[in-house]
């Protein structure tokens, strides 16, 4: 069965520390999306990554698709508290044509 | 521009009872999505509609759920009767292509 694994299920840091979320596929992924949720909010996307070994950023935020194509990590530089919220990963492992499946999330908390 | 649109956002209702979630997409957007939100088991596709179109609905839990799309801007998520297991966040999402999903911010039901 295709299988999404998210790592940790939670993490709580203080303000102004660096973390790091992953997200391991049990098959080659055709394109990975991450998505932040805010606490009793929807999702919001955050970015997408397609090609082995590709980089994103978007503010502080970097997430990074391995060359295989099937671990991603999401990198949070200097956090904040509005860093705060559950971050899921999505797959697409059916070259585009098939909806996403989700990771059950990382619960992160920024603490001052 | 306004984003897909849920309702009810909060409903308690009793066992037993009909439930009816509501969800207008993002207009222009062909594809329409049911994902329901647990603790237990994260963010699961319900059921997914092209052009109106019921794709798969092999997500669905059991035959007390059903959805429709009767036209490119309104769909509907019914449960009857509703269980306590039922208890969950419900989030419509559409998109253009059927990855890069825009969600709602969810209808957070409660069945006591």
């Known amino acids: ?112 | 521009d306004a984003g897909v649109i849920q309702s009810p956002r909060h409903e308690v209702t009793e066992m037993g009872q009909e439930v009816t979630l509501r969800c207008k997409p993002i207009s222009g957007h062909d594809y329409l999505f049911w994902y329901r939100q647990t603790m237990m088991r994260g963010l699961e596709l319900l059921i997914y509609f092209n052009n109106n179109v019921p794709i798969d609905d092999s997500g669905m839990p059991e035959d007390r759920f059903s959805a429709k799309m009767p036209n490119a801007s309104f769909s509907t998520l019914k449960i009857q009767p509703s269980e306590p297991r039922d208890s969950a966040v419900y989030f419509c999402a559409s998109s253009e292509r059927v990855n890069t999903i825009y969600f709602g911010e969810g209808s957070w039901l409660t069945v006591v």
Request: contains cysteine.
């Open chain 1, 1 to 112: 069965s295709q299988e999404l694994e998210q790592s940790p299920q939670s993490l709580i840091v203080q303000e102004g520390k660096n973390l790091t979320i992953n997200c391991t596929s049990s098959k080659t992924l055709y394109g990975l999306y991450w998505y932040k949720q805010k606490y009793g909010e929807g999702l919001i996307f955050l970015m997408m990554l397609q090609k082995g070994g590709e980089e994103k950023s978007h503010e502080k935020i970097t997430a990074k698709l391995d060359e295989k194509k099937q671990q991603s990590s999401l990198h949070i530089t200097a956090s904040q508290p509005s860093h705060a919220g559950i971050y899921l990963c999505g797959a697409d492992w059916g070259s585009g044509n098939t909806p996403l499946v989700f990771g059950k999330g990382t619960r992160l908390s920024v603490i001052a």
